[in-house]
């Protein structure tokens, strides 16, 4: 048995087969997917030089709205997307902006449920889609992926004193996620659709564990170690659960932009505007 749900997490780390979760969830998962307007940080509103058709970056036209580049984004997921006071700030968010300053683009970030965003994409409510987003096979079927630009690791955190040690050790547990993220995805094809809560926000789901009504949280390392270092109480399992790789979602039709960003991508790789990014919000441990 241990070895069968080892086996399957390795496959279902590789394969991508379904579209969602776990389906209708329980609890509180929102059942409006559409674009929650609430809490949409205009995060710094200084336009670069805008649409300069002169500047070979321009990407006049290619945005829904001109001028602007609108991001789509579920902003509770610290360090890449979380609220500081009204603005969110975060990896995602500075990756985002010195993107728009490439392309001459104002910079303006939509927060929304994760669930949504590829949505809002898709729907042409937002260009891109910027949070933490792991590359799925399923999800290219709806949206195009960017260039990556960060590894996540899906990790599984639980209380101190948990009797959970291993990843066997889920087996008949109860397990928190956040609603339709990879988390959520792998703790139901390998537990089953019963072993798992979902919650909109992965803050719930880590709640939720230091109320003991979840026995652990399947959840990227990043906002892992940061739930941890703010709930007392809690530990992140040695064992990696799957390693993915995080990129922008465009709109399938939208390639033009899909090149620019990738150039843009490319250029703060290679200059080291993105490994700055990186070390400003996450300290090497
Ligand atoms: N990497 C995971 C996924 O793509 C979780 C991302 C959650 N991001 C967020 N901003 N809440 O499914």
Known sequence: MKKKILSMLLVTAMAASMLCGCGTGSNDAADESGVADEGDADSESDAADEGDAADGD???????????????????????EYYEGDEIVGIDA????????????????????????????????????LAGMTVRPDRQESVNFSDTYATGIQVVIVKEDSDIKSLEDLEGKKIGVQLMTTGDIFACEDFGEDAVEQYNKGADAVMALTQGKVDAVLIDNEPAKNFVANNEGLKILDTEYAVEDYAACLNKENDALLEKINAAIKELKDDGTLQEIMDKYITAD
């Open 58 to 80: 321009s990407a006049a036209g290619l945005t829904v709205n001109d001028g602007v580049l609108t991001m789509a984004t579920n902003a509770y997921f610290p360090p890449y």
């Open 94 to 129: 500075d990756i985002a902006k010195a993107i728009a300053d490439k392309l001459g683009l104002e910079l303006k970030i939509e927060d929304m449920e994760f669930e949504a965003i590829i949505l809002a994409v898709q729907s042409g409510k937002a260009d891109i889609g």
